[in-house]
């Protein structure tokens, strides 16, 4: 089989993992780097052994698929000009920076797949690839209740964006995929600690038919901490993002009566960022699909606006004495 020939658009701290990655794979040829900074398209293109270019659209009649890992502001214009082309396109999460631009994103994508039905698209939810939530999504446990912290030190990047759609979008597609139901209510808080966008940010949501979950993300603690508690009927999951370790318990007949018994989960680690691109490979191949579709990615972005516009009520409403 042809080996899938691909190029990756912008090089930063993700970026130059996606052409790592891409140079990687059996499955694919890794055709160019592409990036306006020369000096870092250069570096990056010479120590994976492949060519640079400054602009995406020197290379894409020479490639079937392209990985954009640039900034999230322009995600609207190089999606836009890889569907006008008809490639493949995994995108890093957010889909876009606004809500009108993913909705054009998403016609854009139909009309794309009029002329080429089997089109992939997809964007890069990573978190969907950690060996962990895939332990947890096989179980399935519908969550009534669930809890997501996602706080780290600050990052020095991704500053052109707040912490809700740099950070806690990966838990809000996560709790959306892992309910089944999208989210009827958000009551949130959050505040500005070290950028002029909301660093901290606590939302509770209500899904339909009456699960909640609550949601914390911060990007000014003083150390790393991703983790995911979900309760449902009987059965309570606490998963630790980083160790790729999953703990399950359930209500059981043990040898005395009922009682609470863990479940022994054997977990493969991985590297998401890497089962997501092969699994991205393997779609373009047409070896199979399992991928954040952009309209899931759509969808987590609506909840994310709720979250905004709910920071930015509670915050037009804060009174410091």
Not at 161 to 177: G, K, N, R, S
Not at 243 to 255: F, T
Not at 275 to 304: H, I, N, R, S, T
Request: glycine content about 8%; proline content about 5%.
């Amino acid at each position: 089989m042809s080996k899938l020939r691909v190029a990756v658009v912008g090089v930063g701290s993700l970026g130059q993992h996606h052409a790592r990655i891409a140079a990687g794979s059996e499955a694919t040829e890794l055709v160019a780097v592409v990036d306006p900074g020369e000096a870092r398209g250069r570096e990056i293109a010479e120590k994976f052994g492949t060519a640079w270019a400054p602009d995406m659209g020197q290379v894409l009649d020479r490639v079937d698929a392209v990985q954009i890992a640039a900034p999230t502001g322009f995600h609207h214009a190089l999606g836009l000009e890889v569907l006008k082309a008809g490639k493949h396109v995994i995108m890093e999460k957010p889909l876009a920076a606004t809500l009108d631009e993913g909705k054009a994103l998403l016609g854009a994508l139909a009309g794309a797949r009029r002329d080429r039905p089997g089109l992939v698209a997809a964007v890069g939810h990573l978190e969907r690839f950690n060996p962990a939530v895939t332990a947890l999504r096989s179980l399935g446990i519908k969550p009534h209740f669930a809890e997501a912290i996602r706080v780290s030190p600050f990052p020095m990047r991704s500053m052109e964006v707040d912490v809700i759609m740099d950070v806690m979008i990966h838990d809000l597609d996560l709790l959306l995929a892992l309910i089944g139901r999208p989210v009827v209510s958000v009551e949130a808080v959050g505040v500005p600690v070290l950028t002029k966008y909301a660093d901290l940010v606590n939302a509770r949501l209500r899904f339909e038919g009456g699960a909640f979950a609550t949601v914390t993300a911060s990007r000014v603690a003083r150390k790393k901490e991703r983790v995911l508690r979900a309760f449902g009927t009987r059965a309570y999951a606490s998963l630790d993002f980083a160790a790729q370790k999953l703990e399950v318990l359930r209500l059981a007949m043990g040898p005395d009566g009922p009682a609470v018994l863990p479940d022994v989960i054997d977990i493969v680690e991985g590297e998401p960022l890497k089962l997501e691109l092969e699994a991205f490979y393997a779609a373009c191949l047409g070896l199979g699909e399992d991928l954040c579709p952009w309209q899931d990615a759509f969808e987590a972005m609506k909840v994310a606006d709720m979250v905004q516009k709910s920071v930015a009520e509670s915050l037009a409403n804060l009174k410091i004495d």
